[in-house]
């Protein structure tokens, strides 16, 4: 199975704001079109390593790239299924 994060904007000045902002902080994060289970979007996205999630926010937040602006997704997949999971019902179902 293949997982990774995506992070889908209000507007594309946003989305290449956020790419700027997390390639200066050392992270590898893909401008993509959003997957099109993710509605509430401009129609581009970031994508990263699951992993990188948690620091993503932070310097997304430390630029002061307002909340309304980005949404944060994890998203998995493999041959046969696709699921997209907003990061918040992650976070509120982990122990």
Known sequence: MQEYCVIAFANARVATKGQ??????????FLMPTPREITASCGLSLRL?????????????????????????????DEHHRSVVPAEELT????
């Open 20 to 29: 700027n902002i997390l390639q200066q902080t050392g992270l590898k994060a």
């Open 49 to 77: 390593s699951p992993e990188d999630g948690p620091r993503a926010r932070e310097a997304l937040d430390a630029a002061g790239l307002p909340d309304g602006e980005r949404r944060f997704y994890h998203m998995s997949y």
């Open 92 to 95: 509120a179902n982990s122990p």
